[in-house]
């Protein structure tokens, strides 16, 4: 009835954990690995997971590939650095068994620098429960699902191991940020010198004032702060691409 799909590579420290909290919900487990070479592939097969690999080109192109490959009525996206409360786990039984909608947002809650952030990055919702057919994803960076249907919530959280340290968030805020202005660039956005000024200030307001960051203390604050690292370098990514192309 339900398949979880899960996109992977070099996830052995998390993989068990995420895998544990969908196993007694799952009908099948479809994990798409692009190029593992620690023990992740060993910790999906201990789960009889169904395994496939696939080069990485994004998050949105793998997710939909893994969702071509579940054959049960609804489908479970879920990332390897995440995994069910128990609370959401009984919910998602619950719903599925008499659905009123065709697709479902979950409410993610970060786990960041030892403890889970009750402000910064929460509420976070996210469709991640759907039927098949009814959800496709986005070909972005941080490619969402877009639901083709009527969308409900459920109780419970899932639980996001966001980053393993400090150094692995700066690296992957570098990362993100030079293919989002690759996106902006191909899609045809042009750079305006107040986007270097007014993008990092309006992140830093909204996730440390508007959504109450403060509250949650020196953590909110790094997030807002690194939030704004991530608006500058973006467009600073951008601008030096169009120093390129008239070179």
Known sequence: MLSVVVVTKNEEDRLGRCLSSVKDIASEIIVVDSGSTDKTLDIAK?????????DWSNYGDQIDYAIKLATKEWILVIDADEALSDELRESIKEEISNPKADC??????????????NYTWYPE??????KRGKAYYERKVHGKAICKGKIGKLRGDLYHYSYRNFNEQVMKTV?????SADLMYKNG???HFYN??????AYFIKFFFLKKGF???????IIALSGSMYAFLKYAYLY????NEKK
Request: proline share 2%.
């Open 125 to 130: 919702w996210r469709i991640r429960l759907f």
């Open 46 to 54: 201990s789960f009889n997971a169904r395994i496939y690999h696939r």
């Open 189 to 191: 956005q042009k750079f």
């Open 196 to 201: 270097l000024l007014i993008n990092p200030i």
């Open 215 to 221: 509250l949650d203390g020196t953590r909110g604050l």
């Open 175 to 179: 990362r993100f940020a030079r293919q």
């Open 104 to 117: 479902y947002m979950l409410n993610r809650r970060v786990y960041y620098m030892g403890k889970f952030l």
């Open 240 to 243: 030096e691409k169009y120093l």
